[in-house]
Each structure stands twice: as C-alpha cells, then as structure tokens.
C-alpha cells in the first residue's frame, strides 16, 4: 500500500548546474540508504553569484539555494510534496504517488490537463512506470496528435515510445514521404533511424541515379557501408571500363 504524503513531507539533497546553449541544466542527487539517486531538468537562467529559486510545479515544489560561479553552480535542495496533486490524479485512475513519484513527476514537470488529455485520447489507466515513461520521453498529447495526422491512429505505449527515443518525428516521416518513400511501417522507419538512413542521404542516393530505391535497400545500404562516395567511386569504374 503506498504511504500516504502529507504536506509536511519533505525530501533533500544537492545539486549541481552548467550552462549550455539552452539554459543551465541541473543534476538533483538525493542518497536514499546508500544508493545515490539523481535527476536532471533545465532552467533558462540562473542569478549571478548566490542562488535562491523555487520551481513550481503541480506535483510539489523544488526550492534551491547555493552559489553560482560563471557558467557553474552548486547547492542545496529541498522538496516539498502537494498531496492536493493526488486528490486531482485519482479522478483519472492513478496514484495515490509517493513521496518518491511526486518529486520525480515534479523534476518532469507533469500536469493533471496533460494526463487527462492523454486520456481522452485512449491512454487511460496506464501503469505507473508508462505514465512516467512517456513523460521522461515526450511522448505525450501533442506527438500522439501529430503522428495521428500521419496515418498512425493506433500507436501502443511502446510504440510511441520508440518514436521517440529513435527520433521518429512527424518531420522525420515528412520528409521521407517527400522523397517518395514508403512511410506507413513504423519498424521500417524506426529501422532507417537506427541505420542513419537520412533525408540527406536519400537525396543523395537520388541524385545519384537510383530514385527508385526502397526503404528496404536503403536501409541495406547503409547497414553495408554504401556511402554516395562509395557509389560515385563505383560508377567511375564502370564508366572506365565501358
């Protein structure tokens, strides 16, 4: 049975951030008997020299504060549960989350109007860990929409899943369709990402003279090293010989 969180509840632990293109990205540690824990989230900005934010979000509230030298910063955290989170989600058939779920769902930014969407579109009553899944991923309302558009109206959990941890985007299989491609196997086209079979490399397939190719050779292709060099190369040969 999960314990139930009260408001008092709290957990603690450190963090470390550095700054990248996109903001400052942090690292939230928290040791939990012995075995050390972390979890990552972004921040477009962090205040010069002493730190002191609160992120917050549905689930709880993160509140931080260290110090911060140049594109490096360290610190304490502590996080503060919203049991009303809770009350909110068993509407929709979860939880009731632990103390542990609420943080990690707090650190993914999750909202009950995301998660009743995602029910709305058939994806109700998913198991805890497919539910934080498809949050860590973004596999949520907005990708399920658009894959929809693109004729893939039946998508599993695992399924959407693996677009996104292959990168199978709408504009991924835009621009295959584009290039004349056979776009409606999503193995295949989780299978031309795992290979780097590119709308680039298509293109140069084109250009080469073989418009025809199928997704099937050109994902041979490249498991097999055919570069457009190694074709050009080929072709010269031939043309040599002639």
């Known amino acids: 049975m999960t314990p139930v969180v009260r408001a008092q509840d709290t957990l603690e632990g450190t963090w470390t951030a550095h700054k990248s293109d996109d903001g400052f990205w942090f690292t939230l540690s928290t040791d939990d008997f012995g075995w050390r824990r972390s979890k990552t989230l972004r921040l477009p ?12 979000r549905e689930p709880g509230l993160i509140v931080m504060d260290g110090r911060r030298r140049g594109d490096r910063a ?18 929709l058939g979860y939880g009731p989350f632990d103390l542990d779920q609420l943080y990690l769902l707090t650190t993914l930014d999750a909202r009950v109007s995301e998660i009743s969407r995602l029910h ?15 949050h860590i991923h973004g596999a949520l309302s907005d990708h399920i929409l658009q894959m929809r558009e693109l004729g893939f109206t039946d998508l599993s959990v695992d399924d959407l899943l693996a677009t996104r941890i292959h990168d199978v985007t709408p504009a991924f299989v835009k621009s295959m369709a584009d290039l004349g491609l056979e776009t409606r196997s999503l193995d295949k086209l989780i299978a031309m990402r795992v290979h780097d079979v590119t709308p680039e490399y298509v293109e140069e397939i084109h250009k080469l003279g073989y418009a025809d190719v199928t997704v099937d050779e050109l994902i041979g292709m490249r498991i097999h090293d055919v570069t ?4 050009k190369a080929v072709t010269q040969k031939l043309d040599e010989r002639k």
């Open 74 to 91: 360290a610190g304490f955290f502590v996080f503060r549960p919203k049991p009303e989170f809770n009350d909110r989600i068993a509407r």
């Open 120 to 134: 709305d579109l058939g994806y109700k009553s998913l198991y805890d860990d497919d539910l934080f899944a498809m």
């Open 228 to 231: 457009p060099e190694y074709v």
């Open 45 to 56: 900005d962090l205040p010069e020299e002493i730190v002191e934010i609160e992120i917050d």
